[in-house]
């Protein structure tokens, strides 16, 4: 990512190249709200090896967001959120550290790129100021290192002319451009986790693909694990090792990449493959939507969350919650009559 002098003395230290990283175990956050508790996450489970991605997709409201920021730490037990389950990172609960180790993890460990640049930015500070202080914090850089070093950041994301770029404020950039700054500011420590919130929501398709090659060549190099959350279903696809596809706060199905985008068995994750556009179809035509809406999750179905959307729906679907179900080895699905059956 840098100069090799200056990377020799500000990587970090070797990392093991196999192993889990991460385990998230029951994992659970309640909004207490005027109207309610709103359980936007419920329930989740998983594990994350060392260089592995998973993909986490769904439709907005699914939970996807909360759940990253739940696994990073930023929401925690208090007077408005109640957060139950574990997330073990590394061998460390992140939900027992105190505000202080929460700090030192952030950014060096564990990095994200939020869903918006415009509000992750603070608009009164320099673009520089954003990049050097991570640098500063967590890797003892002097001022003039650090500033060499977001600049190099800031050309490897694809700005043009950092040096100048390095020292306007966010509103001088287009929102393209910001989303490449908070991507340099996740990247800048070479965390062994990346939390990678719709990172190229705001680009057009040839940044996107730079930005994700960019991901892939850091992630094959540092042994970085990757959670990849995002609505475009073809860039998990061509990404992720695994995915697991959320509705309504709970993992509804989840496989590696290549068995669940072949033979879905969750009618769901059926529903969202077939509303992705086809080259091959003619103009104009008409994109299969997904009836309905998702639910109110104050006041969640007793049953199956997705009965009242899904035209699979029988009595028992509407009358008792799935838990997940293996299919075969690794594949899970949650539901009572799932598709495809006997294909495998």
Avoid at 14 to 21: A, N, Q, V
Avoid at 37 to 49: E, H, I, M, N, R
């Amino acid at each position: 990512m840098t100069s090799n002098a200056t990377r020799e003395s500000t990587r970090p230290a070797e990392r093991p190249r196999s192993g889990t990283l991460l385990a998230v175990e029951d994992l659970r956050t309640v909004i207490h709200t005027a109207r309610g508790d709103l359980k936007a996450v419920d329930g989740v489970s998983f594990t994350l090896d060392r260089g592995e991605t998973i993909g986490i997709v769904g439709e907005s409201g699914s939970g996807k967001s909360v759940l990253g920021r739940t696994i990073m730490g930023l929401h925690t037990t208090g007077p408005t959120t109640t957060i139950s389950g574990r997330v073990m990172f590394d061998g460390r609960d992140v939900q027992s550290l105190g505000p202080k180790d929460l700090r030192s993890l952030w950014g060096s460990q564990i990095g994200m790129v939020f869903q918006d640049p415009m509000t992750a930015l603070n608009p009164v500070k320099k673009i520089g100021v954003h990049l050097t202080e991570t640098l500063r914090k967590h890797q003892g850089l002097g001022r003039t290192p650090a500033r060499e070093r977001a600049v190099e950041l800031l050309d490897l994301v694809g700005i043009p002319d950092p040096r100048r770029r390095i020292d306007q404020f966010p509103h001088e950039m287009s929102g393209g451009m910001r989303q490449r700054v908070v991507i340099a500011m996740a990247l800048a420590n070479e965390p062994a986790l990346l939390i990678a919130d719709e990172p190229t929501t705001a680009l057009d398709v040839t940044v996107q693909r730079q930005i994700l090659d960019l991901l892939g060549n850091l992630q094959a190099e540092m042994g970085m694990a990757i959670i990849l959350i995002s609505h475009n279903l073809g860039v998990v696809a061509g990404r992720a090792d695994r995915v697991a596809v959320m509705y309504a706060g709970r993992v509804a199905e989840t496989a590696d990449a290549k068995t669940l985008f072949a033979d879905p068995r969750h009618p769901y994750s059926e529903a969202l493959l077939r509303a992705i556009p086809r080259l091959h179809e003619p103009p104009h035509v008409r994109l299969a939507a997904i009836d309905g809406a998702p639910p109110n999750m104050v006041q969640p179905p007793v049953g199956c969350r997705f009965a009242p959307r899904c035209a699979y729906a029988q009595e028992d679907c509407r009358t008792v919650l799935p838990e997940l179900e293996p299919a075969a080895t690794g594949h899970l699905f949650a539901c009572h009559h799932p598709v495809n059956r006997g294909e495998n």
